[in-house]
């Protein structure tokens, strides 16, 4: 299993229609048909106007071949993409293994 965590910095004042985006449009594409999505955060301090979610794969071959079956969803690039990336001022990917469970053994 491997994660990637993605941080999209965003212009300042646009983190909420970033999210009505996200939500309205872009989980409802997405959902976790390509990649599981582990969870999504805003930043309250540090870096301000950042919005981080983690992603699980299997591992990076799917990782890639999911990725590029997104990228041919037409929804995903006219109705969602095209929308949020006028509102990135930056993004950032990391590839991330586990050193312990995400969530403890029940």
């Known amino acids: 299993m491997i994660y990637e965590l993605r941080t999209y910095t965003l212009i300042p004042g646009k983190q909420n ?3 009505k985006y996200n939500t ?3 989980r409802k594409i997405r959902g976790d048909n390509y990649g599981k999505l582990e969870g999504a955060w805003t930043s309250e301090f540090g870096t301000l106007n950042q919005y981080v979610h983690l992603w699980s794969y299997p591992d990076l071959n ?21 929308k949020i990336r006028p509102l990135m001022l930056a993004q950032e990917n990391k590839i991330l293994s586990a050193a312990l469970p995400l969530k403890p053994p029940a």
Do not use: F, M, V
């Open 17 to 19: 229609e970033y999210l």
């Open 24 to 26: 309205e449009i872009g």
């Open 62 to 82: 799917e990782r890639e071949r999911l990725r590029g079956e997104l990228a041919k969803n037409p929804a995903w690039t006219t109705e969602y993409a095209s």
